[in-house]
């Protein structure tokens, strides 16, 4: 069938694959308008968002047929004519409303059709109408500001009940240079982003390539008894089907531990466990093909509790038994098991959901074959060089036959840490000698990366009279699913963190990771401290409830501070200004009250603080590399920044060029974002990137300078010392100029790569868990206020706010965005987020089922930042990525715990949990 | 997989004699769903867009006619002086994408156990019009949805229209949502009153087996209550509890089935408490 429409004034004609293809596929695949994204597949996302004959519609809602003669208009065709942009995507530029960008061109259609509507909307009817828009990143303050932002441009005052509800340092901690360090210089993938160019890994597209799809497991533990893919091979544009037998190189997979198969062999161990992949030459084949595939399976029963799963004489899931991990802390009396007298003792159960990372852009990439017997794979990823050497191994070639290019990146959180389609894809591009395009639908996403580890965490805390704690206990199971993926480390920082800012002499603590049935845990924002949070939070207020004591009370008189020490017998030997924040968020006013209160609504407030370790601990050599070269073009100084570390919509490359800004006085910078033939950066994770890589690129930047201000001296006999660089000069001690950097540079170009490692950490020790573990802690803490209907058990959270302590806001525009994205994800744990199993079935792998919080969910969510730099760090600063998402999950617990009187025991917190009613049965 | 595109009302039925095996689709709100997630593949599908004439608000005698095209956003702002009842209830649906896309003749043609329009028909007494090759009937909305996802739709007839009463009283419409938008139902209700005869009736939602009134809930009310006066909290709650009794409700990822009893318990009994809010004569 052939369907004729105009896009953005362009006429298309496209013959359909087949009928039942929506608008979606025609206008990303017949018409390369890639600007549409896709993300959910049934309308749950706004991701696809269009103006079919000016009416605003999900493109994957439409059957493509059905826009046969229309008029479509997509973002790319939402700038003006001269192509300066539309003011609703200046003002999501400008207002930091981008961030991974995966949602901003539905969002951008959906605002500016709101606009259209209603040129002066509250900011309530902004998030009432943007609902059916999901952010994954921002947490949507910054979306709301951007469109008030442009309305108030388009000549009408926005309205003011929400205009920057965030506030900062009240001073900046050290100067601020135009663009600089300290400044919020536009993203410079803001502008792309918002007129839907930027490429994301699932917009490439070569000629004559195939595209694949994987069949999955339907069981979470079987035997494989057989595979038959002749049926696959007789699809009509089959070119190849791979399964076990065909991996050339090492079976298995993993970044910690090797035990993953790129493909089941013998033995599926959850369910979505990749068994075969089909590459054709267009996806329905491909998916029909796959369906073809014949897999005798022999089910075996699962094994889908932790508890039972580490307990002796379980059958082993793996050939060294079921503890993935057992990371044990004994500090004082604790380690001659002797519990000191307390006055208040209090326990609890905590129980955590299996939490989704669910980015917007799912797992996808392009594999193609060099032609001299070696592949390049451009994928979405958080560490190009952990994907590289895994690779290779796998596909059995020399490292240098495979290279990673970093493509662009839908948001992260973790979920890409580990290999999804890497290795499929390039083997079938291998085999084939084409290239092969993998995109995981939403369902497939679900099953295509490891999750939070679910959790069940025994607490046992007593405190003096007083409220200052003599103990903690605390055994906190990990389900860690059917692989390793992170678990050890993540067993690691369970028991490290387990009992939270608060110092304590006497600590039992036990992080343990078990093999299961379950799907694979692994990696996500918070890394094994966001369960152990909301734990050691309900035993605060629990505590403060049997002591008769105020919960901030109760929390201050234990805050840790600097030189306090950690379970590990750690000393923070810098800023640790906990009680600060909670001081701060107390001090910061309340929603007012309702003037009608309806008797079924009750409200309460609570507050959660915590702590995590940035960058990598317990030994590990972290570090990145980064090169700077400084040359002239066109008359201009011109630096260029390289490394290898991956933009996945926290900012990475704006941090470096403004480092390499204020470094070297330079207003032009380009930063480079390498491959995995440049040395390594480490991971977009771990609160890391602009510590470590940010570190890399001060120094190389510093080896620059020092050389260019050499020849300076050379020339100008040592005068003016000491000499700087600003403004494209070199200034001497009193600011006076003393030559242009383009006359000093003339045709050379400096150039110096550094690597830079942060300080040592130790490894725990074994037996008793003590050790300086970590380079460097971070400070973070919550106030929720909710209200509760308590028929109907449902909660609205009204107010969110956070405080953190960031060393020193390079970008605050960026790092605001992190904390209130942070604060959302927070929630939606607490309330809305779980993966739900069935004996190790996965029940809701779609965003129907898996709900992301809305625009509506999340309040306006006021930040507050400290700046106590740490002197060990890069301009003092702290990672911050991670500790948003930490505390706000055990903040909304809190406050709902505050408004009901319910102990709060499990998140996310179900409307049964708040009515005595017993937990939904498994509909399985 | 065929795509038929009719131009005409007229075409559109005898394609849908001809080829029954062909799915309806309007605003695809559902239909690309099953296409896209659960991989459905029917032989054809027939494509109503094409089909002018199929949307708006028209008074019919004895009431009013809701084309089957029309939109929810066509419901919640264009219609709504037309359609108070229903406006707000269009306005609850989905996201703006969806509702700018979804019919009242997908809504009912899907019968998806958690569409909004469906308590609300019921109480209002609404009928369905049907059409097809062989004429017109129309079937009251109680006798229309007929368990999960099933109707009395023929094989042969297309959703061409309801037709609300001309006397529709005040309605009030709850639902609880998992989130606080863009997401189905949990369990909804409607309660209408007559308020020329006193009597309410009770349409329910994404609760049992599909969209039931509530009988005895409703003849339970009838002997307690004039529909003048304010009911008494207590009242209101014995009511949602009948009203709730009315069928067994089920579990499923929303919620669990004991959930669903209690909440369309309360989701009802605030309705009935908000038909009549303030004393007679206050009003």
């Known amino acids: 069938m052939r369907v004729e429409l105009t896009v953005d004034g362009r006429e298309h004609s496209c013959e359909l694959r087949w009928g039942g293809e929506s608008l979606l596929h025609l206008l990303r695949d017949h018409c390369g308008l890639t600007g549409v994204k896709n993300a959910c597949q049934q309308g749950e996302c706004g991701s696809c968002t269009v103006r079919l004959d000016g009416v605003l519609v999900d493109s994957c809602l439409v059957l493509a047929a059905q826009a046969d003669g229309a008029r479509v208009a997509t973002v790319a065709g939402l700038a003006a004519a001269d192509g300066s942009p539309h003011p609703v995507q200046q003002a999501f530029v400008e207002a930091g409303a981008v961030q991974c960008g995966f949602c901003t061109p539905g969002m951008v259609l959906a605002a500016a059709d709101l606009l259209r509507r209603n040129p002066c909307p509250t900011a309530a009817e902004v998030r009432r109408e943007l609902a059916g828009n999901l952010c994954r990143c921002t947490g949507y303050a910054a979306i709301v500001e951007a469109v008030l932002l442009a309305s108030g441009r388009q000549g009408s005052p926005p309205a003011e009940d929400e205009r920057r509800a965030r506030s900062g340092p009240d001073e900046p901690a050290g100067p601020v240079r135009a663009d600089g360090i300290g400044d919020s210089p536009v993203r410079t993938d803001g502008p792309d982003k918002a007129a839907g160019r930027f490429e994301y890994s699932s917009d490439l597209a070569r000629p004559g390539m195939l595209w694949a799809t994987t069949l999955r497991s339907p ?160 994928v979405a990823t958080q560490w190009l060089h952990v994907d590289q050497e895994q690779l290779a191994a796998s596909l059995g070639l020399p490292g240098e036959k495979v290279v990673v290019r970093p493509a662009g990146v839908g948001g992260a959180f973790g979920a890409r840490e580990d290999l999804s389609m890497h290795v499929h894809a390039c083997l079938l591009a291998l085999r084939t000698g084409r290239p092969v395009k993998m995109q995981y639908s939403r369902p497939e996403s679900f099953f295509g990366h490891v999750h939070r580890h679910p959790a069940v965490m025994d607490y046992e805390h007593g405190c003096d009279p007083d409220g200052r704690l003599v103990y903690v206990k605390a055994r906190i199971v990990l389900d860690g699913g059917a692989y390793a993926s992170s678990s050890p480390a993540i067993a690691g920082n369970a028991a490290t963190h387990a009992v939270g800012p608060y110092a304590v002499e006497h600590v039992w603590a036990d992080g343990i990771a078990a093999y299961t049935n379950n799907p694979p845990c692994g990696a996500m924002r918070g890394f094994g401290t966001v369960q152990p949070c909301f734990a050691y939070e309900s ?91 400084l040359r002239v073009r066109d008359g201009r100084p011109v630096a260029t920044v390289t490394s290898a570390a991956t933009e996945v919509g926290q900012g990475v490359l704006d941090v470096q060029r403004q480092i390499a800004r204020s470094e070297l006085g330079v207003a032009d910078v380009e930063v480079v974002e390498a491959d995995s033939r440049f040395p390594s950066a480490g991971p977009s994770s771990a609160s890391r990137q602009t510590y470590v890589t940010g570190g890399a690129v001060r120094e190389a930047c510093l080896a620059v300078r020092a050389e260019v201000l050499d020849r300076v001296r050379a020339e100008t006999a040592g005068t003016g010392e000491p000499l700087t660089l600003a403004n494209g000069a070199v200034l001497d001690a009193d600011g006076r100029r003393v030559a242009g950097l383009a006359d000093v540079l003339g045709g050379a170009v400096v150039e110096h790569t550094r690597e830079f490692h942060h300080r040592a950490t130790e490894a725990l020790d074994p037996v008793n868990g003590q050790g300086d573990s970590a380079a460097q802690f971070g400070f973070a803490a919550h106030r929720a206020v909710v209200e509760v209907d308590t028929e109907l058990g449902t909660v609205t959270v009204l107010d969110l706010a956070t405080a953190q302590d960031v060393g020193r806001a390079v970008n605050p525009q960026a790092l605001v965005g992190q904390l209130q994205g942070g604060s959302a994800q927070g929630l939606g744990l607490a309330l809305l987020e779980e993966i739900r199993l069935d004996r190790g079935r996965v029940l809701n792998p779609s965003f129907e089922n898996y709900l992301l919080p809305t625009m509506l969910d999340v309040p306006p969510s006021r930040v507050e930042l400290l700046e106590r730099a740490d002197p060990h760090a890069p301009y003092g600063i702290r990672g911050v990525g991670e500790l948003p998402a930490i505390s706000s999950t055990a903040a909304v617990a809190a406050a709902v715990r505050a408004a009901t009187g319910r102990p709060i025991d499990r998140v996310p917190i179900r409307p049964e949990d708040l009515l005595d009613l017993p937990p939904e049965p498994d509909p399985g | 997989m065929e795509v038929f595109r009719p131009r005409t009302w007229a075409e559109a039925l005898r394609l849908r004699a001809e080829r029954p095996d062909a799915l309806p689709i309007a605003g695809g709100t559902g239909v690309m769903v099953a296409l896209e997630i659960d991989h459905l593949r029917p032989p054809a599908l027939l494509d109503l867009s094409r089909v002018p004439g199929r949307d708006g608000c028209a008074g019919v005698p004895g009431g009013l006619r809701v084309g089957g095209g029309t939109t929810y956003t066509a419901l919640a702002e264009r219609w709504a002086g037309q359609v108070p009842q229903l406006a707000p209830v269009a306005a609850s649906v989905g996201t703006r994408q969806v509702r700018n896309r979804g019919t009242v003749g997908g809504s009912l043609g899907t019968a998806a156990p958690t569409g909004d329009l469906h308590p609300v028909l019921l109480a209002l007494r609404a009928d369905v019009e049907l059409d097809s090759t062989r004429g017109v009937r129309l079937v009251p909305a109680q006798a229309f949805y007929r368990g999960p996802e099933t109707t009395a739709l023929a094989p042969d007839e297309l959703i061409a229209a309801v037709r609300l009463p001309a006397r529709v009283g005040p309605l009030r419409y709850r639902k609880t949502l998992r989130r606080r938008a863009a997401v189905r139902a949990t369990c909804s209700v409607a309660v209408a009153l007559d308020e020329a005869t006193g009597l309410v009736a009770v349409g329910i939602g994404a609760y049992g087996d599909g969209p039931v009134r509530a009988p005895a809930a409703e003849e339970f009310l009838a002997s307690r209550w004039d529909g003048r006066t304010a009911p008494e909290p207590a ?49």
Not at chain 1, 577 to 586: F, G, K, S, T, W
Request: charged letters at 25%.
């Open chain 1, 219 to 378: 069981h979470p533990h079987a035997r494989i008894r057989s595979i038959d893919t002749a049926p696959a091979w007789a699809v009509d544009g089959v070119r190849d089907v791979i399964t076990a037998a065909d991996v050339p190189g090492r079976p298995l997979y993993g970044q910690m531990k090797v035990d993953q198969p790129v493909l089941a062999a013998d033995l599926v161990r959850y369910h979505g466990e990749a068994v075969a992949v089909v590459a054709a030459e267009h996806p329905e084949a491909a998916r029909v093909a796959a369906g073809r595939i014949v897999v005798e399976y022999e089910p075996l029963p699962p094994l889908t509790d932790p508890e039972r799963a580490i307990e002796p004489g379980a059958v082993p899931l793996h050939p060294d038994g079921n503890v993935v991990a057992h990371k044990r802390i004994r500090r004082g009396w604790a380690t001659q098991d002797r519990t000191p007298p307390a006055a208040v003792v209090v326990r609890g159960r905590y129980t955590v959901g299996m939490q989704d990372q669910a980015f917007l852009g799912t797992e996808s990439g392009l594999a193609e074959p060099d032609g001299a017997g070696g592949v390049r794979l451009s």
């Open chain 1, 539 to 629: 035993q605060m207020d629990r505590l403060a409830r049997e002591l008769g004591m105020d919960p901030v009370e109760l929390r201050l008189r234990n805050a840790l501070s600097e030189g306090g020490r950690l379970p590990t017998g750690q000393v923070l030997d810098s800023a640790a200004p906990v009680a600060e924040l909670l001081e701060r968020l107390r001090g910061l006013h309340l929603p007012p009250a309702p003037t009608e209160p309806d008797p079924a609504v009750v409200r309460g407030v609570g507050y959660a603080a915590c702590l995590k370790n940035a960058m990598f601990s317990e030994g590990f050599d972290d570090y990145s590399t980064a090169r700077v070269s």
């Open chain 2, 235 to 283: 009242l209101c709650a014995e009511f949602g509890r009948r009203v709730a009794a009315t069928t067994a409700p089920r579990g499923d990822l929303r919620a669990g089935a004991a959930y669903r009893r209690q909440a369309l318990a309360v989701l009802a009994g605030r309705c009935l408490r908000e038909l009549r809010p303030e004393p007679t004569g206050v009003r």
